[in-house]
């Protein structure tokens, strides 16, 4: 079975955060990640192949900085990946994301597309259900599970009210929950044997994508501004004071409409 | 000349930091509370590769992919969050699967590497006696050719890893006859888990490194095959002598790990803690220690790579041998400062288990003993300078 991952850079959510001139996310001048929600569809993806004898190659769009992002995977133990570099990317909001990972993903012709239940830095969790509509391919979404059985492809989605089973067939878009598996560390091993897997680099032009088809310019939503969260205030220290404690607490609850 | 470790290592170094953070930092001071020696971590570890680092492919390690400083590299992030699981790893490859895979016979690699190397088993080396630790020709445990088995009897003492449930075998240090002269003639051989008359005796309550596997063994008419000998017969004290020079680095690697702890804590709670209307770290007093343990982490870290690096190139076994002597001696010295200073930065929160440091300063005296004791790695430096030193 042949399996696509996409995987995005993101900003390390422990470290610093920044902003563009432009109102865009900085990524190349913070440490970055393989956006760890990311993380659960590359295990996903390879637990699969080992069982199905097949392949797996990630795809990432994005910066040079980005490559880290398919490292990873590939140190994690995909077995190639493709990187879409070009600068008229700089700026694209989800709708064109998708149109270019849907062209670096055809080209691939996957038996199953993987991807994560959300970025860390975005967080939209549309990229997959667009991603489906451009390939004309089914779509599951939020799958905590996944059995894969040939082409047949069952899938646990646990709802706040009920949980689904799910069957689809293959060629199928997926994406994965953090409940799904625990992602692997990579190894010593995995990272040596990571120097020397394939990693295409390709353009816009590659994957016949004009430049005003994507970027901020082609973007449908515009960041007009931001504001930095306010530092965290001292909070409030509620001291039991001849039994006053309780009443202290339910006020404070109730004044913050906690309960 | 590089002062600096590949892309793969410190890609390597942040993997393992991440698995210790979310796996072993959590929990090690409850393990080190009630005496725990966690397996499952130990599984997890053999998951990410830890105890293959030096071992071939055919038997499920890292082969020509791995190297010493790798293992190092994970035994310093391992030790940095619990040294009782960073003696774990290091025991269980420098002294359960380096002896077997340097001088076993191709079936003894086999049968025992596998499970070794997966971390789904553990070997001790049984080589401590009551009356026997640096003095090993002193051995008095003794071992008898009898048709074709082994029959051994004596005690051992401070072997790590030795009574796991998932230990699988000990190699032990017996002695096996005499020399001309009357010298004891020492052998090495292994004695599987289970074996009739092999009794493991309940675990040390130690001062530190109580999450770690240790403890006395007696052996009584203990019968093994007589293939169970690893290496050559009489080769047993030569053949321990180049366990331990790999061993010392790795034990200066676990020492770096403590010093960088020691590090990271102090700068943090100086810059936290205040008095007098300002962070503690604003004190010459203080900011002054916490400097000396930058400088300790440094060259501790610089002795220990470089060391590596003269084994993972092949260099001459004296020079080795001497830069793994340097390095164990002044990383371990420093850790246990690294230590004092760090539980003095904390003041009385130092001496409470309610912080790690309490925890560190515990574990880090047995640094300067396991392995060769500071002074046996002055008296090997100095006999590689040519001093007649007894």
């Known amino acids: 079975m042949k399996i696509v991952v996409c995987a995005k850079y993101v900003p390390d959510a422990t470290g610093d955060r920044k902003f563009n001139a432009d109102n865009t996310v900085d990524r190349v001048g913070v440490d970055g990640v393989l956006s760890e929600l990311d993380e659960y569809a590359v295990e996903e993806a390879l637990q699969i192949r080992d069982a199905t004898d097949g392949e797996v190659v990630v795809v990432t769009v994005g910066p040079e900085v ?31 994301t998708s149109l270019i990972l849907a062209r670096a993903v055809e080209r691939q012709r996957p038996d199953l597309v993987l991807c994560g239940m959300a970025s860390t830095d975005g967080g939209m969790s549309v990229v997959p259900a ?68 394939p990693v295409e680099t390709l353009t816009l032009g590659d994957l016949g994508i004009a430049a005003d088809q994507v970027g901020l310019d082609a973007a449908w939503t515009r960041v007009d501004g931001f504001t930095e969260r306010l530092p965290k205030s001292a909070g409030t220290v509620v001291t039991d004071d001849n039994g006053s404690g309780a009443d202290q607490l339910v006020s404070f609850l109730v004044s913050q409409k906690f309960v | 000349m590089s002062f600096e470790l590949s892309r793969e290592h410190e890609d390597f170094r942040k993997s393992v930091r991440e698995f210790a953070a979310a796996e072993i930092a959590p929990r090690a001071a409850r393990w080190d509370k009630e005496h725990t020696f966690p397996v499952e971590t130990v599984r997890q570890m053999g998951e990410l590769g830890l105890f293959g680092l030096t071992a071939p492919e055919e038997y499920g390690g890292a082969g020509d992919y791995g190297d010493f400083t790798s293992l190092c590299v994970a035994i310093e992030e391992i030790g940095r969050v619990d040294q009782s699981m960073g003696i774990t790893l290091e025991a269980a490859v420098g002294l359960g699967i380096n002896p077997i895979l340097t001088f076993g016979t191709a079936e003894q690699r086999e049968k025992w590497l596998p499970d070794l190397v997966a971390g789904t088993a553990l070997a001790g080396f049984g080589l401590t006696e009551p009356g026997a630790g640096s003095d090993a020709a002193a ?141 503690i770290g604003a004190k010459q007093g203080v900011a002054f220690q916490i400097a000396d343990l930058q400088v300790m982490a440094e060259a501790a870290r610089g002795l220990t ?42 003041g009385g929160y130092g001496f409470m288990e309610e912080y790690p440091v309490a925890r560190f300063y515990r574990d880090a005296k047995v640094l300067e003993i396991g392995e060769g004791t500071s002074e046996v790695q002055r008296i090997l430096i100095a006999r590689s300078l040519g001093l007649p030193v007894e």
């Open chain 2, 305 to 346: 790579y470089k060391a590596a690096a003269l084994k993972d190139a092949g260099r001459p076994r004296a020079e080795f041998k001497q830069a793994a002597a340097v390095a164990k001696l002044y990383s371990t010295e420093a850790a246990v400062t690294a230590t004092r200073i760090a539980t003095q930065v904390f």
């Open chain 1, 66 to 96: 980005a490559r880290a992002a398919v490292l990873k995977s590939l140190q994690m133990g995909a077995d190639s990946g493709v990187h879409v570099l070009d600068e008229a990317i700089h700026g694209s909001d989800s709708a064109a």
């Open chain 2, 139 to 279: 051995t008095k445990t003794r071992a008898q050719l009898v048709g074709d088995e082994w029959v051994i009897n004596g005690s051992k003492q401070f072997i790590t890893n030795s009574g796991s449930e998932i230990t699988s075998l000990v190699t032990v240090t017996a002695r096996t006859g005499e020399r001309e002269g009357g010298k004891a003639e020492v052998s090495t051989i292994i004695v599987p888990a289970g074996t009739p008359g092999f009794v493991v005796e309940n675990a040390y309550d130690k001062l530190g490194w109580r999450a770690s596997d240790t403890h006395p063994l007696s052996l009584t008419d203990v019968h093994v095959p007589a293939d169970h000998l690893l290496g050559e017969r009489g080769r047993g004290y030569g053949q321990f002598l180049a366990t331990l020079d790999d061993g010392r680095v790795a034990i200066a690697a676990l020492a770096v790990g403590c010093i960088q702890a020691c590090l990271e804590m102090s700068v943090q709670y100086a810059g936290e803690r205040t008095t007098f209307n300002v962070p």
């Open chain 1, 130 to 197: 667009m991603l489906a509509e451009r390939l004309g391919l089914p779509q599951v979404t939020f799958a905590s599970e996944v059995v894969v059985e040939d082409t047949t492809v069952r899938i646990r989605r646990d709802g706040d009210a009920a949980t689904e089973v799910i069957e689809a067939t293959t060629p199928l878009i997926l994406s994965v929950t953090d409940q799904c598996n625990e992602p692997r560390y990579p190894s010593f091993k995995g990272i040596m044997a990571a120097k020397k897997k």
